[in-house]
């Protein structure tokens, strides 16, 4: 082979492989396995989270307007940290802040809530304890994870709390969940309870779907996995087709509907987790009540 | 039926990555330089490919069908962040002149890094990864010609000069 081509070779092969490789590439393969298999875990089980909650309470739309009627009790809802596990090693970090809401005066609800959030914080500190171990038995690696909440809103009628979980190995991947908490109601929101039927998931999807043509017409460095927006390598990946029933929301401060996404779920890794503001106009005629979302 | 055969192409297909993980790397890297982004690339492009992974026909092309998914994650990522500069011949000829010198290595991998990506996808494919022309062509999604013709171009581009066995790869 040519001299040159020799060296450029050389070089190439020359690149260094970083230790984090290995772990990260078992990882993916998982990840990737497990979700195909089960949807997304974390969706489930929020899913789930609601559904027994709202059947203990036996409370429906219906009933949550009625309630609405009632002097407000409930607006001084507090979220704290309620504990703190961390891992500060040097090639091991770990930082999970578990959130806790307070002074809401139904107690059921904060005590599902906050068991909820310690038990998944739980979770993710032996999940982490365990992979660290992993990586121990196999030479060693860089390891991170950053947990902890955001209260995304505040008003005198949501409190919306956001948890983000970023799991660094090498890269890094991001999850978000929400829980949003009518205030003078004392509930749990869900996403199908605030409409009149199922018709909003294809509702949603569809302006979903609008903006994200939309904004990939608008800045090349866009890239949603979209039908219909000239991606060329269509064939490779799942196109973003409609919601779940329980996707991620949460109600910003203005009264909108918020829908979020994992890095990863409808979009390459480098666009991290994005969120669709929908307009309230697209769903008015569909939504149980103006009461939440305006 | 269709189960079994799923699960034979899942199992391949985890094989398939672990041996060839580091290629896989170092491929993301070639293009993104850097170790935190071409991990990224890596992860995601494992993530799409297992999403996809029924739309593969034939289990022989999951070479260059893997290979595709990571070439074009990894354009998808620096034209979202703008890090390609694409030269002109004329600017190649006055960097690559200087390999005469006594840099010759570093102007020569200077030169390899302003090949616009189209050029150094099929350098990198072709002969760091030990792809044969046909292939190349595949992962690139072009005709063999044109792969070619694009390939004596960068080669040109670069001051390599071939002979047309190695150019096809026949071995």
């Known amino acids: 082979m040519d001299k040159k081509l020799e060296q450029l070779k050389k070089e190439y092969k020359n690149i260094e492989i970083p230790d984090e490789l290995d772990f990260m590439v078992e990882k993916a393969l998982l990840k990737g396995k497990?979700?195909?298999?089960?949807?997304?875990?974390?969706?489930?089980?929020?899913?789930?989270?609601?559904?027994?909650?709202?059947?203990?309470?036996?409370?429906?739309?219906?009933?949550?307007s009625t309630l609405a009627e009632m002097p407000v009790v409930g607006s001084i809802v507090k979220v704290l940290t309620f504990t703190e596990y961390k891992v500060d090693k040097e090639k091991y970090q770990a930082d999970i802040k578990v959130p806790a809401v307070s002074e809401l005066e139904n107690e059921d609800l904060a005590q599902s809530l906050n068991d909820k959030y310690l038990k998944e914080g739980k979770q993710l500190y032996d999940e982490f304890m365990a992979d660290m171990k992993e990586l121990e038995n196999n030479g060693g690696g860089h390891l991170g994870v950053d947990s902890g909440y955001e209260v995304k809103t505040d008003n005198d009628q949501i409190l919306s709390i956001g948890r983000y979980v970023v799991n660094t190995v090498g890269s890094s991947s991001t999850i978000m969940k929400y829980d949003t908490i009518d205030k003078k109601n004392q509930v749990l929101l869900s996403l199908p309870m605030l409409f009149k039927d199922d018709s909003y998931v294809n509702t949603v999807s569809e302006n979903i779907k609008k903006q994200m043509r939309e904004q990939m017409n608008a800045d090349e460095n866009n890239i949603y996995w979209v039908s219909n927006a000239g991606l060329e390598d269509e064939e490779l990946t799942e196109l973003f087709e409609t919601i779940s029933k329980e996707q991620n929301f949460y109600i910003n401060n203005e009264g909108k509907l918020v829908i979020s996404f994992d890095k990863y779920e409808v979009a390459p890794g480098y666009m991290g987790v994005v969120e669709f503001v929908i307009p309230t106009e697209v769903i008015s005629d569909i939504l149980v009540s103006d009461e939440y979302i305006h | 039926m269709g189960t079994k055969n799923r699960f034979n192409h899942e199992e391949l297909f985890t094989s398939f990555i672990r041996e060839n993980k580091e290629n896989f790397y170092r491929l993301a890297y070639s293009y993104v330089k850097n170790s935190e982004d071409a991990l990224d690339i890596v992860q995601d492009s494992i993530h799409k490919a297992i999403v996809s992974i029924d739309s593969l026909q034939d289990l022989k092309t999951l070479k260059s069908w893997f290979y595709r998914i990571v070439v074009n994650t990894s354009l998808d990522f620096l034209r979202k962040h703008?890090?390609?500069?694409?030269?002109?011949?004329?600017?190649?000829?006055?960097?690559s002149s200087g390999s005469e010198d006594h840099y010759e290595n570093i102007d020569l991998e200077r030169a390899m890094d302003q090949l616009s990506p189209e050029y150094k996808s099929i350098i990198v494919l072709r002969f760091f990864e030990d792809l044969k022309i046909e292939e190349v062509a595949d992962v690139?999604?072009?005709?063999?010609?044109?792969?070619?013709?694009?390939?004596?171009k960068a080669l040109k581009l670069l001051r390599i000069e071939l002979n047309d066995e190695m150019i096809k790869g026949a071995n």
């Open chain 2, 82 to 95: 703008k890090r390609v500069s694409i030269v002109d011949a004329e600017t190649m000829e006055f960097i």
């Open chain 1, 34 to 64: 497990k979700e195909k298999k089960n949807g997304y875990k974390w969706i489930a089980g929020t899913a789930a989270a609601a559904v027994i909650f709202i059947g203990g309470l036996n409370i429906s739309p219906a009933m949550a």
């Open chain 2, 140 to 152: 690139l999604n072009e005709n063999v010609n044109t792969i070619k013709t694009r390939l004596y």
